[in-house]
Nanobody
Framework: VQLVVSGGGLVQTGGSLRLSCAAS????????MGWYRQAPGKQRELVAD???????NYADSVKGRFTISRDNAKNTVYLQMNSLKPEDTAVYYC??????????????WGQGTQVIVSS
């Protein structure tokens, strides 16, 4: 199983970015998919996650600005980030709970992508 992240980059305060994370491999089903971030000197924190049926959960710091969505047919999760602030600067990681044809649900991580919001 592989999670491939795309998106990220440098944006000014108030700007927008969209992250994508596509899962591939011998996937039987995917439960929760989510986005985490880690800023320098801080612990990794949950940004948002979404269940297979579309239920969402957001960190208080991003509510109203970020939107998580997924395309189950493509095994892909997205994070639309609007009204970005300098404090959103971090490395963003994708996470998914995946059941393969050989294993029960396990958590997989994608590679991190840097998001830098300039003031």
């Amino acid at each position: 199983v592989q999670l491939v992240v795309s998106g990220g980059g440098l944006v000014q305060t108030g700007g927008s970015l969209r992250l994508s994370c596509a899962a591939s491999g011998s996937i039987f089903s995917i439960n929760v998919m989510g986005w985490y971030r880690q800023a320098p000197g801080k612990q990794r924190e949950l940004v948002a996650d979404i269940t297979g049926s579309g239920g969402t959960n957001y960190a208080d710091s991003v509510k109203g600005r970020f939107t998580i969505s997924r395309d189950n047919a493509k095994n892909t999760v997205y994070l639309q980030m609007n009204s970005l602030k300098p404090e959103d600067t971090a490395v963003y990681y994708c996470n998914a709970e995946i059941e393969t044809i050989a294993t029960l649900y396990s958590k997989y991580w994608g590679q991190g992508t840097q998001v830098i919001v300039s003031s």
